[in-house]
Nanobody, 125 residues
């Protein structure tokens, strides 16, 4: 198993930036594809972005392309979500997710096995 702990959420004004971190522990970090999801009040959870286990592939939801960047640091066993030009619609609880795999590529959204506890991001207008 892998344990995931998110941090970095908070309150920011529209147009501002935040960087979320997700620290993984318990197993070999490079054996896990990672992703960020978010869930706003009254809405379903949606995928924001994903990264392959070695970082060679990334994918983004259309709503965040050009504003958000996912990255991973093998030495720190951490995946990051840099969020720029934040909008009120980005307000949600953000969750880190992991899927164990030994091949590259992006994991289907419904295949993630492990989840963090979430971190709140609130963007004021």
């Amino acid at each position: 198993q892998v344990q995931l702990v998110e941090s970095g959420g908070g309150l920011v004004q529209a147009g501002g930036s935040l960087r979320l971190s997700c620290a993984a522990s318990g197993r070999t970090f490079s054996n896990y594809a990672m992703a960020w999801f978010r869930q706003a009040p009254g809405q379903e959870r949606e995928v924001v972005t994903a990264i392959s286990r070695l970082g060679g592939s990334t994918d983004y939801a259309d709503s965040v392309k050009g504003r958000f960047t996912i990255s991973r640091d093998k030495a720190k066993s951490t995946v990051y979500l840099q969020m720029n030009n934040l909008k009120p619609d980005d307000t949600a609880v953000y969750y880190c997710a992991a899927k164990w795999r030994l091949v590259g590529g992006i994991v289907p959204n419904n295949a993630y096995d492990y989840w963090g506890q979430g971190t709140q991001v609130t963007v004021s207008s």
